[in-house]
């Protein structure tokens, strides 16, 4: 079970054509276990997207880092109650998965849930309202950045507990499946939630029953502020196989890729069967905004910006003639669309505390089924 060789070297001078979108300068510090790039044990592969679906992807990684960098700044400021967790560096995964995704499809989502949400089209103004705790936000302001759900998209919602997206995805697969919908489920997790038995337990239950679900892990390299080999002895890949789940392995920082190996599992898990893909990607930010990442080595963190999937793809699209006023007017459209989503979110009203227990415990049903 090795991985495909690449190296370091070989990711960096694919990414290097422009400048980071952004990408801190890492401080400089001792050396630790994990100095290699997490993206480095995939191979190069060939670009085959059109022109215009690589635009899409790359619009939506602009938006979710433009989104999230505002974010950022908005947490430093106090204008965001709890805490967040970033996916910078991560968003050509949630673009590239989500884009194999019907608008009927569905996901589950992590506590670094914010790219999903944005790429399975929540709306950005009540996204910027919900993680600022307003009343007109989502989820009413209630549930905040790891909390973000709204079915009308398909999106199950973020989630605080390490692999617990993964039983609600495999309940909606199932009800999919019972409804006879031919919709497919994405289960984004993590590397850090390969050690978790519900992870064991749902791709059983997804194999033995045939779901059409597709488990996507974001493999960062890191699970909080331990490298995810400490804590785990097998791999993705040998859990797939143990389930005859088909597996695939991509450069999760690689849109293309993550977007050509997404269409080609949703398609076969629409016909019924799970799959598994995993993406190799790097976490740029802490684990959650204000981590100093004071246990991250320096070699680690140099090699982030050259495989950014975001100066990645805007070099591809140069290449397939797409001008650099085009790309810069379409990043002015985002900025655009940001600034006003936290206008928007700064001018809406605090829930009312009485509130709070609202939509917490169902309701009653009135159908004669009730309490079956
Ligand atoms: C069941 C459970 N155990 C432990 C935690 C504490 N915890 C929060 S995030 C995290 C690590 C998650 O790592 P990973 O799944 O790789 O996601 P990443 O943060 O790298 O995106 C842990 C252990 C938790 N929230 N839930
Ligand atoms: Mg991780």
């Given at each position: 079970m090795k991985a495909p060789a690449s190296g370091p070297k070989a990711m960096a001078t694919m990414a290097?054509?422009?400048?980071?979108?952004?990408l801190r300068k890492p401080a400089a510090r001792k050396p630790n276990?994990?100095?290699?790039?997490?993206?480095?044990s995939v191979a190069k592969r060939p670009a085959e997207l059109p022109k215009d679906a690589l635009l899409d992807l790359y619009q939506t990684m602009l938006l979710v880092r433009r989104a999230e960098q505002r974010l950022s700044a908005l947490f430093a400021d106090g204008e965001i109650p709890g805490f967040i967790h970033l996916s910078i560096g991560q968003e050509a995964v949630a673009a590239g998965v989500c884009q194999a995704l019907a608008a009927q499809d569905s996901i589950a989502s992590t506590h670094r849930g914010h790219g999903h949400s944005l790429a399975k089209g929540v709306d950005l103004e009540a996204f910027f309202l919900e993680i600022m705790g307003?009343?007109?936000?989502?989820?009413?302001?209630?549930?905040g950045s790891m909390h973000v759900a709204d079915m009308a998209v398909g999106m199950l919602g973020a989630n605080g507990?390490?692999?617990?997206g993964l039983s609600l995805a495999l309940g909606s697969a199932l009800a999919h499946q019972l409804r006879r919908e031919r919709r497919v489920v994405a289960a984004f997790f993590g590397d850090?939630?390969?050690?978790?038995g519900l992870l064991h337990e749902c791709l059983n239950l997804a194999a033995l029953w045939k779901l059409p679900l597709l488990f996507v892990c974001e493999?960062?390299?890191?699970?909080e502020f331990s490298p995810t080999s400490r804590q785990f002895a097998g791999s993705l890949e040998g859990l797939a196989k143990t389930f005859g789940i088909p597996y695939r392995r991509v450069d999760g920082n690689d849109v293309e890729a993550v977007a050509l190996a997404a269409t080609a599992a949703v398609e076969v898990a629409r016909g019924g069967g799970p799959q598994a893909l995993e993406c190799m990607t790097g976490r740029v930010?802490?684990?959650?905004?204000?981590?100093?990442?004071?246990?991250?080595?320096a070699e680690e963190l140099a090699q982030l910006p050259k495989i950014d999937p975001i100066p990645r793809a805007a070099a591809r699209l140069r290449a397939l003639k797409v001008s650099a006023a085009a790309l810069q007017e379409l990043s002015e459209k985002v900025d655009r669309r940001i600034e006003a989503a936290v206008a928007r979110g700064r001018q809406g009203t605090l829930p009312d505390?009485?509130?709070?227990?609202?939509?917490?415990y169902t309701r009653p049903s009135t159908s004669p089924r009730a309490g079956v």
């Open positions: 290097a054509e422009e400048p980071s979108e952004g276990r994990t100095a290699k790039s997490n993206t480095s307003k009343r007109e936000g989502i989820c009413g302001g209630r549930g507990i390490v692999g617990a850090g939630a390969m050690a978790e493999n960062n390299g890191w699970s930010r802490g684990h959650f905004e204000g981590d100093p990442q004071r246990y991250r080595d505390f009485q509130e709070a227990l609202a939509d917490v």
